[in-house]
């Protein structure tokens, strides 16, 4: 399998949109009740503009598939600033057919790289809970119990984490 991870550009946002359209409804599913997912998917399932145009956004793909994808923001998910050297980790993902198989750690490997070359020592990230696992074998630690709201009044159960990471030498 030969993989390439490289920056997304905006004009990769139908690419990214059907990725987080074909995952999500099938990973979150043994986590989410079904009316949950109905009221949250149509909020998560479009890729960011911001984010693709940020080059903080990676695509991790499979001779030209798309197999994950993710990045990190200086921004949280509402658009409020983080602290200094810290970065949201957001919209990651990977394709239903390719998960458990180290992927999304490389993906994630990438991203981290990316950010503590740019100063980033903390990272935060609100998981969802089928992500948490995950994010914790990624060396992120709970934080606490979250409900965030997508629009509408539409809540979603997540968990926020963090991972500090000792500054680059």
Do not use: N
């Not at 979150?28 to 911001?50: E, K």
């Not at 949201?88 to 992927?103: F, M």
């Not at 980033?120 to 948490?132: G, Q, V």
């Amino acid at each position: 399998m030969t993989l390439s991870l490289r920056p997304a550009q905006p004009s990769d946002a139908p690419r990214v949109t059907a990725l987080l359209a074909q995952s999500y409804p099938v990973l979150l599913a043994p986590d989410y009740p079904a009316q949950t997912l109905d009221a949250v998917l149509p909020a998560i399932t479009r890729a960011r503009p911001s984010l693709l145009a940020g080059k903080t956004y990676f695509l991790l793909e499979e001779q030209g598939a798309l197999r994950a994808a993710g990045g990190w923001s200086d921004t949280d998910p509402w658009g409020g600033a983080c602290a200094p050297e810290t970065a949201h980790i957001r919209h990651v993902v990977t394709a239903p057919g390719h998960v458990r198989q180290g992927l999304g750690r490389r993906l994630m490997t990438g991203i981290c790289a990316d950010a503590r070359a740019q100063g980033i020592t903390r990272f935060e990230c609100y998981s969802t809970l089928t992500a948490r696992l995950f994010y914790a074998s990624c060396g992120f630690e709970e934080v606490a119990a979250v409900v965030m709201t997508l629009g509408r009044g539409v809540e979603f159960p997540a968990v926020h984490m963090r991972r500090i990471c000792a500054p680059l030498a």
